[in-house]
């Protein structure tokens, strides 16, 4: 999607990333998308998954000592 490749430091949202990648899958089931394309986004989608979630590990890092601390 354009939305994904042009604009990804805003494209957060975990339901939002599935949606973009299962709504491509259809896409390749009807024909309309090849898998090497399938493939590559899975690819990115997972990376992007995985840098939100060092996103919040660093700010759940942040927020325990503060929690523990009182």
């Known amino acids: 999607s354009e939305a994904f ?3 990804k430091e805003n494209f957060t949202n ?11 899958v259809d896409e ?3 024909g309309r998308k090849d898998l ?5 986004v899975y690819d990115a ?3 992007k ?3 939100e979630n060092e996103k919040l590990t660093g700010k759940i890092a942040k927020l325990l000592p503060k929690e523990e601390a009182g």
Do not use: C, G, M, R
């Open 49 to 51: 998954i995985e840098t």
């Open 5 to 7: 490749t042009k604009d």
């Open 36 to 40: 090497q394309e399938v493939f590559d």
């Open 28 to 30: 390749h089931k009807a």
């Open 14 to 24: 975990p339901k939002a990333l599935y949606i973009y990648f299962s709504s491509l």
């Open 45 to 47: 989608v997972t990376e």
